[in-house]
């Protein structure tokens, strides 16, 4: 009817039907696929609920074992891949180059671009999903100096990842159970979140029918910022300030809550969740355990332990219903993993990699139209052009 309503933000509007995820904010309740948050992370590993994003339900052993070893076949990368990523200085953000990496996969693998058929479709999703890990390990590599590795096919998807991340190429390689248990915990819990910023972008980006990488990629920039996915290198970075400044967690929570001071609480509110985020209270028990199992002793712990009860008990953030969020505890195990900070929204990327290829899958499947917001124009009436010698 021409009448255009205005929502910064999106705060009230619905972008599509999904049938991936269900998240009730008010009840803190989140499921894949109706498969609940809480059981997922006990009981399932990263690559089964990987499967059950893209393709519905949770696969049967053959299932499983197929979608594996096709990932494994296609995950060579293109060695003229690695000269892009020499060509970048040691200290740029790793999210930056993975950005841009995945964006250079595109001319290797023209058949992530025009996506024709279901196979077309599956072929470019076992290619990204085998070819990410390896991005992820030569962008952390690269920032430490230290030489490639292109991973080890008898290893599981997990466990290939930290190889690729920490290990000389055939060297053995068996994982820390305590590790590997937390790992999967923590992509899982990052796996999908409906239509969150980076979600959005996927599948904004995607209904243009750029190609899967691009959008991909367009969706690792979104995912980058500190009000997304980059929190979690901001949590840490805020504890280890504090920590530096005397532990004095009071003089941070004025701040966070002075509106004159751009300070935030990194790690605390949601746009969705008003009463708990259901992740965090997962991975703030994953944090305790791994952080006891591995025999470390973070002090770094102790200031979150403060900020969080301090947070619960004051009237600015309870009024606010500002509850810790998922990374508000997820670099404190990272950190105890021995993965560096600014990868940590990397990690928060693998995680994230089924629920955007899901997202975009489904987008295209339904064939829904290109995404394309309208505005209310505020800007200056039509005025006579002025040469420029005479402005
Ligand atoms: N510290 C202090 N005040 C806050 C915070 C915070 N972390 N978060 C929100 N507020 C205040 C905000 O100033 C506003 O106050 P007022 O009503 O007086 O103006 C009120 O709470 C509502 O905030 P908002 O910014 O309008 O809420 P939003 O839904 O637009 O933003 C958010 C949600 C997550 C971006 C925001 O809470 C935030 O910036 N948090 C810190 C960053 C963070 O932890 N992000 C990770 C989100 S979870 C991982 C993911 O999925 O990306």
Redesign the pocket.
């Known amino acids: 009817n021409g009448v255009i309503t205005i929502d910064p933000?999106y705060?009230n509007t619905g972008s599509c039907e999904s049938a991936i995820t269900f998240l009730d904010g008010e009840k803190g309740i989140l499921r894949y696929r109706g498969y609940a948050i809480e059981e997922l992370a006990e009981k399932a590993d990263f690559l089964e609920v990987a499967y059950a994003l893209i393709f519905g339900d949770l696969p049967n052993k053959e299932q499983l074992a197929k979608f594996h070893a096709d990932i494994r076949e296609h995950s060579l990368v293109d060695d003229d891949v690695r000269k892009i990523l020499e060509a970048f200085p040691k200290n740029a953000h790793p999210m930056g180059v993975l950005s841009s990496l995945t964006s250079a996969l595109t001319a290797f693998n023209p058949v992530s671009v025009n996506i024709e058929s279901r196979e077309d479709m599956y072929k470019a999703i076992v290619r990204i999903m085998g070819k990410f890990p390896v991005l992820v390990g030569w962008t952390m590599r690269k920032s430490k100096g230290m030489h490639l590795n292109y991973g080890k096919k008898s290893l599981g998807y997990v466990e290939n990842i930290m190889y690729l991340m920490f290990k000389q190429p055939n060297e053995d390689f068996k994982m820390n159970p305590i590790i590997k248990n937390a790992l999967d915990k923590l992509l899982i819990l990052h796996a999908d979140?409906e239509q969150?910023?980076s979600t959005s972008t996927v599948r904004i980006v995607g209904s243009s029918h750029a190609g899967l990488f691009a959008s991909l990629s367009a969706g690792i920039s979104a995912?980058w910022g500190?009000?997304?996915?980059g929190?979690n290198q901001?949590?840490l970075e805020m504890l280890e300030a504090i920590k530096a400044d005397g532990g004095d967690t009071k003089k941070y929570m004025a701040k966070?809550?002075d509106?004159n001071d751009p300070f935030?609480?990194?790690?605390?509110?949601?746009?969705v969740y008003k009463n708990f985020?259901p992740r965090a209270k997962i991975i703030k028990s994953a944090a305790d355990e791994v952080l006891n199992d591995l025999g470390v002793d973070d002090p770094i712990l102790d200031i979150a332990r403060s900020l969080e009860q301090e947070a619960l008990n004051d009237p600015?953030?309870v009024d606010?219903k500002?509850y810790p969020?998922?990374?508000?505890y997820s670099g404190i195990i990272y950190r105890a993993m021995g993965i560096p900070v600014e990868m940590f929204t990397v990690m928060f990327a693998l995680g994230r990699l089924p629920g955007w290829i899901a997202q975009w899958k489904e987008m295209r499947l339904k064939k829904e139209p290109i995404g394309r917001p309208r505005q209310v124009y505020t800007g200056a009436n039509e005025r006579p052009f002025v040469e420029c010698e005479n402005r």
């Open positions: 933000g705060k979140h969150n910023c995912l500190p009000l997304h996915g929190a901001a949590v966070a809550k509106k935030r609480l990194m790690g605390f509110g949601h746009r985020d600015y953030f606010r500002l969020n998922v990374d508000f």
